[in-house]
């Protein structure tokens, strides 16, 4: 594996040869590996995409090309204060080997990540860098590829809800009464925020649509935030995906999958925290009807989630991988209580979103 690793690497433009490829991370998606070099080389790190879950690994990388090439006309260390792909020796921007899709970008040395934010001052730190993320890019006016179908969108969500409650695969929904109406009772004020986002009253821009803390590097040597990484996600949308999507991971005092509801719900705290941070880099680009409907995307997102568990569940366990047979179900009702949480907070949530954006 070792001899195949380093035939695909060295079919990229990298500098000095290798010394080494070893694993990095754990590879939810895709798997990723660190490649040192020899002497004073940079080191790399090399990714083989998973192109079940983004059928279009060109069109994804052709995004992360020019989202980067535009923060880096714009940062003071371009090398370091975004990623940096590595081309092909054939000029594309991937290695296509036998069904498989790689890429390469440069290692940034120097660095450090968290798993979880476990203080409010680091999740002012998450709001930092997503808030400087999307500032960066404000003004970045170039078509992206939709490289996964309907992400985020509700109203795409939805279709799929009908036709799985339709066929019922797994003949779950007769005991699903209750739950069933979590979701169907919020459908029209959901279908509502989406409607003001495909008519163009929230604005289309840049998003990262995958804000966990884990995909910000900070510096070692201080502990700031440095970049956004892992932008294999990258597409137009809102911008409040970004921010729900981040207030979902930060904020939940419980696990995902909580078994037990009494730990499960919304720090206000944390919100606080991240909502400061976030506004605080994006002052100056932020569309009034954006701030309207700020803390509501963390309802949003959240809601999307609770309906995708939930579908998961009645299709049989098809998208998510699960350990028990009542995972997803498990799962769905931790993150309705989790939404819950945010609806009787709901209030406060805005009034924070107010006072950070003067």
Request: aromatic share 10%; charged share 30%.
């Amino acid at each position: 594996m070792k001899d195949r690793l380093a035939a695909i690497a060295s079919r990229f433009e990298l500098q000095g040869p290798i010394a080494e490829i070893k694993p990095l991370g754990e590879g939810f998606i895709n798997d990723t590996y660190i490649v040192r070099t020899e002497g004073d080389a940079p080191d790399y790190i090399l990714q083989r995409k998973n192109h079940v879950v983004f059928p279009d690994v060109p069109g994804m990388m052709d995004n992360i090309k020019a989202v980067t090439e535009h923060i880096k006309s714009k940062v003071e260390d371009p090398m370091r204060e975004t990623l940096t792909v590595i081309p092909a020796k054939d000029g594309k921007l991937y290695v296509e080997d036998e069904g498989n899709w790689w890429a390469v970008c440069l290692f940034i040395p120097g660095t450090m990540s968290y798993d979880r934010a476990d203080s409010p001052a680091l999740a002012y730190q998450g709001g930092l860098g997503t808030g400087r993320f999307q500032s960066l890019l404000a003004d970045f006016d170039k078509p992206l590829n939709e490289t996964i179908k309907g992400f985020h969108n509700i109203r795409w969500r939805f279709t799929q809800w009908d036709e799985t409650i339709a066929a019922d695969p797994a003949g779950r929904v007769k005991n699903l009464a209750e739950e069933i109406s979590w979701i169907e009772s919020r459908r029209k004020e959901m279908l509502d925020f989406w409607a003001l986002v495909e008519d163009g009253t929230i604005p289309s821009r840049i998003s990262h649509n995958d804000t966990k803390i884990s995909n910000i590097l900070f510096n070692e040597s201080d502990g700031s935030m440095l970049c956004m990484i892992d932008l294999d996600t990258v597409m137009r949308s809102t911008s409040l995906n970004d921010f729900g999507d981040a207030i979902r991971s930060y904020t939940n005092t419980g696990a995902e999958d909580d078994k037990d509801l009494a730990k499960v719900s919304m720090d206000i705290e944390m919100f606080k925290a991240y909502a400061e941070g976030y506004l605080k880099e994006r002052k100056g680009t932020i569309a009034q009807s954006e701030l309207d409907w700020l803390a509501f995307s963390a309802r949003y997102i959240t809601y999307e989630q609770v309906l995708r568990f939930l579908m998961d569940y009645i299709d049989g366990d098809k998208y998510y991988k699960t350990a028990y047979p009542e995972h997803n179900l498990i799962r769905t009702k931790a993150q309705y209580k989790l939404l819950q949480s945010m609806e009787e907070q709901y209030g406060q949530m805005c009034r924070i979103i107010e006072e950070a954006a003067k």
